[in-house]
């Protein structure tokens, strides 16, 4: 088998999360910064830098395609069928797609992970229903009942499109 000749319409990206024009969208308790999307990767996978302030966390839910996180500072406790785990700085999760799965940060320290989903697409969901915040530190802001309640039925309207499902009970969602 031959190696495919380089693609020169394809360029190399260089993130940081803290760059001034990086766009850091807030949701179900977190901000995400979208490092390297799927247009970057010709579809193959995404980064996401994700700050986790206490409290904050997905709910239960599970995707068709492969998710990784690396946590780079504090620690996250994984849900992953229905079995609960700590993570802490330096250690990395994988979760196979189609497995249910969430986390949270139930310490009193902010988290940070990096996020590897494999293929992209995911980034696209976060997009949509994210709000944008000032920095990759900001901490969302409190929604309204009336506007989380509005936040969920737009997730769960969306979730098809990115072949999400949310399972089980479901916590904060924005």
Avoid: W
């Amino acid at each position: 088998m031959s190696i495919p000749a380089d693609n020169l319409n394809r360029h190399l990206t260089v993130a940081s999360a803290d760059d001034p024009t990086a766009v850091h969208l807030s949701l179900v308790g977190n901000t995400y910064t979208i490092l390297v999307s799927g247009e970057d990767t010709a579809g193959r996978y995404s980064l996401i830098d994700m700050y986790v302030p206490p409290g904050g966390g997905p709910p239960p839910h599970r995707h068709d395609f492969e998710e990784s996180f690396t946590v780079l500072e504090g620690e996250i406790e994984a849900t992953f069928r229905g079995e609960k785990l700590s993570l802490r700085a330096g250690q990395v999760i994988q979760i196979p797609a189609n497995a249910p799965h969430q986390f949270r940060n139930n310490s009193a320290q902010p988290a940070r992970l990096l996020c590897l989903c494999s293929p992209a697409g995911q980034e696209g969901m976060f997009r949509e229903i994210g709000v944008e915040v000032p920095t990759r530190t900001t901490v969302p802001p409190k929604p309204e009942a009336a506007t989380e309640e509005a936040f969920k039925a737009r997730a769960q309207a969306l979730a098809p499109k990115y072949k999400t499902e949310f399972v089980g009970p479901t916590q904060k969602t924005c």
